[in-house]
């Protein structure tokens, strides 16, 4: 019974701090920070709105968004290994997979030689790095 009591009297402390704990995380899930510069912004509905859902529906934003939905899927799985070195990996992997289908919906549907080049470089550099990080993780899997 002191038990419970105890108990009961814990929680009816700790249940104001839980509250404002509680608020403080839904304020901020409500409007996530951005930082990006203004012009990235500029033709955002809603700072309150996740960006998949402020992308025009045309075909080469779809494109765009599709490698960032896969990306951040495959990144909360791969983060999700105990090994806190091997899930830093194992997320940086569809990270860089997510950039690599983004770059090439930029050489399908973009047009400026600058973005393109851009977009050619990070494909080149991304496959690269995709292929070191495979290389190591075999290796982990080994010892």
Known sequence: MKTLTLSLMVAALAFPALAQDHAAHG???AAPAVDLPD??????ASAHMMPSMQM???EAHTALMAGM???NADMMVGGTARDMDVAFVCSMIPHHRGAIDMARAQLKYGDDPWARTL???IIAAQEREIAEMEAWLEKQAQL
């Open 56 to 58: 025009p529906g045309d």
């Open 27 to 29: 304020a901020a899930a």
């Open 119 to 121: 977009a050619e470089t």
């Open 69 to 71: 939905d896969k990306m």
């Open 39 to 44: 012009i990235c912004l500029a033709d955002a």
